[in-house]
């Protein structure tokens, strides 16, 4: 499928140079969702400067076109794809404009990745209160979906961080947006999926570390009730905390997997500081084991990329977490950026096959966490289409207009799409949107492909939406902002 999703796109490519007037026809590039199971054509512009964005809205405004934007791509589905209008990559424009290693406040572009950040920040004894799974994104995509990492049940999102921003509107001006400043709108514009307006810079706090290392525990756990328990037991003594679930595991099993949960180190636990925080202890190791390269991985995986051997996969990761971890658990001393982003040194998405994935993550409220996510893990069996990653956070509340956040847990589920379980996997999602919706569960922009107008309607709530449209009439009343999730949900 991805090669005749590929041939689409590049068709289209054909077809579209007679709409390309001012937006000059070799802009127009292909441009695929992160998971590889949808794409678009676009006119891609990368400006380094605002005025050059400021430019690229007249363009849009000339040719009648939209614009979308985009950081690192790193969103599952089509939240930063344009089909066959303008696309803003904002890769360019990454340069930390102000740094204070006194205070450990950051003012930064938003084209800046979290790569970039942490980097930039620890040898000052700083790292970022909140990172995600993977260091490829950059600021301005992190601040549009509110981003949360493996401590959102402690620390929040990303938003609850971020001191202020800039945002250019269509029309050329640049609101300044804080807590104190155009108060609604920062609520709104962080999680608001770029449809308010561009981030031209950002201004962070960071978390102050004493070491380069973390203190980790690893743990078997039994099922899914286990693995909560351990979660609320070590809520008030952790860091982070994350739980990879066996989502192939039945019955009494169902929900078992390994837990990590890690603590920073209190001043004077570290005996050398000065050499943990360098950059080159934090280096991901390429191979496994010290011999095994990770860049060969999705090779000898390839064959194992369906259900029959991911079940295998999945059994050997557990029996071995059983085996070295056990149920009391292990632990050990680990530098930041191997906890956090271990999976970056892997290229995974060569293994996916031609059909990519789909991640499907949901939010339910803590009471009703435990039966949701059994029946959704149930539901998978039932219906012939076990996910192949699934993990789970914890998560707490936040005043962000457009939230995903909510004082419960969250379950991240990859499913592999192919030509033989496509819809089936689509009816699935219809059918765990209903019991997620019924829980008082939410879900994910930056990870989702499958939604429809109705559910967000339900989840977010009507008056949501009118307020979020209400804000977008003032910063973008001729609607000149889309993104393809724009007019699959809202439009
Ligand atoms: C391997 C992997 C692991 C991940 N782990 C996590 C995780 O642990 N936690 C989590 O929360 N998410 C996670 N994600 C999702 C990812 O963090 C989000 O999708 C994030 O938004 C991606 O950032 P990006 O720079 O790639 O933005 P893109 O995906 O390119 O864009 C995201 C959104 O931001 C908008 N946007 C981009 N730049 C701007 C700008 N300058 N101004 C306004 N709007 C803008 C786009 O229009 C789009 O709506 C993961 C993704 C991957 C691939």
Redesign the pocket.
């Given at each position: 499928m991805k090669g005749s999703l590929q041939q689409y796109l590049k068709q289209k490519i054909d077809n579209m140079s007679w709409r390309a007037t001012d937006a000059s026809p070799n802009r127009l590039e292909r441009v695929m969702a992160?998971g590889g199971a949808s794409g678009s054509v676009s006119h891609v512009y990368r400006p380094s400067t605002v005025a050059e964005l400021r430019r690229i809205f007249e363009t849009a405004r000339a040719n009648n076109l939209t614009v979308?934007?985009?950081?690192?791509?790193?969103?599952?589905g089509d939240?930063?794809l344009n089909h066959e209008n303008i696309l803003i990559n904002?890769q360019r424009?990454n340069r930390i404009l102000e740094w204070n290693p006194e205070t450990g406040v950051i003012r930064v572009e938003?084209?800046v990745?979290l790569k970039q950040l942490w980097e930039y920040v620890l040898g000052d004894g700083w790292w970022p209160p909140v990172v995600?799974?993977?260091m490829?994104?950059?600021m301005?995509?992190?601040?549009?979906?509110n981003?949360?990492?493996?401590n959102a049940w402690k620390l929040g999102?990303i938003g609850d961080h971020i001191i202020e921003f800039d945002l250019l509107l269509p029309s050329g001006q640049i609101l300044t947006c804080s807590r104190q400043e155009n108060e609604e709108l920062f609520h709104a514009?962080i999680g608001g999926?770029?449809m308010l307006?561009?981030?031209?810079a950002l201004t962070l706090q960071m978390r102050r570390v004493y070491s380069g290392l973390l203190h980790v525990d690893a743990v078997a756990s039994r099922n899914l009730g286990d693995m909560m328990s351990y979660f609320e037991r070590h809520l008030d003594d952790s860091d982070y905390l994350v739980g990879w679930i066996d989502s192939f595991a039945r019955g009494r099993s169902l929900g078992r997997g390994e837990l990590h949960r890690a603590v920073y180190l209190a001043p004077g636990e570290d005996l050398e500081p000065q050499h943990t925080l360098q950059l080159a202890e934090q280096k991901i190791p390429e191979t496994i084991m010290g011999v095994f390269p990770k860049l060969w991985l999705p090779f000898f995986m390839r064959p194992f990329y369906n259900d029959a051997g991911w079940r295998l996969v999945c059994w050997a990761k557990f029996m071995a977490a059983r085996l070295k971890d056990g149920y009391d658990g292990i632990s050990y001393r680990q530098p930041h950026a191997h906890f956090h982003f271990l999976?970056d040194a892997i290229p995974f998405k060569r293994a996916y096959g031609p059909g990519g994935i789909i991640q499907y993550q949901v939010f339910i409220p803590v009471q009703r966490t435990h039966e949701t996510l059994t029946r959704l893990l149930e539901m998978g069996h039932e219906h012939g289409t076990p996910n192949y990653l699934s993990v789970l956070k914890r998560h707490r509340s936040d005043p962000f207009l457009m939230t995903h956040g909510l004082d419960g847990y969250s379950l991240a589920m990859d499913f592999h799409i192919n030509e033989g379980n496509r819809a089936r996997i689509r009816q699935l999602a219809r059918e765990m949107d209903e019991v997620v919706l019924d829980a008082g569960g939410r879900f994910?922009?930056?990870?989702d492909s499958t939604l429809r107008p109705d559910v967000v309607r339900r989840y977010l709530g009507q008056e949501t939406i009118q307020r979020f449209c209400a804000l977008k009439a003032q910063t973008d009343p001729e609607g000149i902002i889309e993104?393809n999730?724009w007019r699959r949900l809202f439009a």
């Open positions: 992160w979308g934007f985009r950081g690192s791509g790193n969103s599952y939240a930063a904002f424009m938003p084209g990745t995600t799974g993977t490829r994104i950059t301005g995509g992190g601040a549009a979906m981003v949360h990492g493996k999102p514009a999926f770029g307006g561009s981030f031209t999976l994910y922009f930056a990870k993104t999730l």
